[in-house]
């Protein structure tokens, strides 16, 4: 019985790592060919990318749903993130990026909050 108890929280944290490791492989890869040259274009320079937190969406007014098989032949996911820019004058904004996935290919990002246009 205790090698069982072992082998699930193992199998657990891995799991967990493993999300991890994508969502961050996710930002990574939207930082750099998307975000960045967003802000680039807009006379903006990037300061941080940080985690919305567990079932949050940021500045999106969306509700977020858990599902084991996608509705409606849905298989688009949306991961989201706080982005901090600021340009030479100093002056610092915080938006939103939604970033759509599919299969973990990054399919395009949204932009949200005071002073994105």
Same mark, same amino acid.
């Given at each position: 019985m205790l090698k069982v108890i072992i082998i699930l929280i193992v199998a657990i944290a891995f799991i967990i790592a493993i999300n991890v490791l994508i969502y961050q492989w996710i930002i990574y890869k939207s930082k750099r060919k998307f975000i960045i040259p967003f802000l680039e274009t807009n006379g903006w320079m990037l300061v941080d990318i940080s985690h919305v937190g567990f079932f949050n969406t940021g500045d999106f007014d !969306? !509700?977020?749903?858990? *599902? #084991?098989? *996608?509705?409606?032949?849905?298989? #688009? =996911?949306?991961?989201?993130?706080? #982005?901090?820019? *600021?340009? *030479? =004058?100093? !002056?610092?904004?915080?938006?939103?990026?939604k970033i759509a996935t599919v299969f973990f290919l990054i399919s395009g990002v949204e932009y949200k909050g005071i002073g994105i246009n």
């Open positions: !969306e !509700e977020i749903g858990c *599902s #084991v098989v *996608s509705e409606m032949g849905r298989t #688009v =996911n949306h991961t989201y993130a706080f #982005v901090t820019a *600021s340009n *030479s =004058n100093g !002056e610092i904004i915080k938006f939103t990026a």
